[in-house]
């Protein structure tokens, strides 16, 4: 599936080589609960296809985006998120994106303050 070196820390994920809590896998894209939870549900709905930041996505990307944001609400409704739910990519530094590897992540089972920190 991926590169054997300089994989990131999500492809070893993708393929068994770290341990993560899967809750969602399929040939496009893959979610696991978050090692550091911001909310009682915080899931990442990664891409297995290594796209690192959204800021360099390209036309090619259009459909695996598409598919991450639906797969998204699909997980959302399985895991009984209808009170409300959030998604963000933090793009860069500044947004606070530590790991190089398109993730989005879905966060709910709370009240989520706007605007956010
Ligand atoms: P970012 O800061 O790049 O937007 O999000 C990276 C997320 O990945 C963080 O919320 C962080 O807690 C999570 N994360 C980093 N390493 C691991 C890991 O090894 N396993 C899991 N499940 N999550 C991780």
Redesign the pocket.
């Known amino acids: 599936m991926s590169t054997p070196i300089n994989k990131t ?2 492809q ?2 993708a393929d068994r080589e ?4 899967f809750v969602y896998e399929d040939d496009l894209c893959f979610s ?7 909310a009682p549900t ?1 899931l ?1 709905v990664i891409p297995k296809r290594v796209v690192p930041r959204l800021g360099e996505s390209t036309p090619e990307d259009e459909a695996l985006l598409g598919h991450l944001l639906v797969t998204a609400g699909k997980i959302a409704q399985e895991q009984k998120l209808s009170a409300g739910f959030r998604l ?3 793009n860069g530094k500044q ?7 398109l ?1 989005v ?1 879905l966060l709910g089972g709370r009240d989520l303050t706007w605007p956010p920190g």
């Open positions: 820390i999500f070893k994920i770290i341990p993560a809590n696991i609960r978050d090692i550091n939870p911001q915080h990442l963000v990519i933090n947004a606070g994106e530590s790991v190089p590897h993730h992540h």
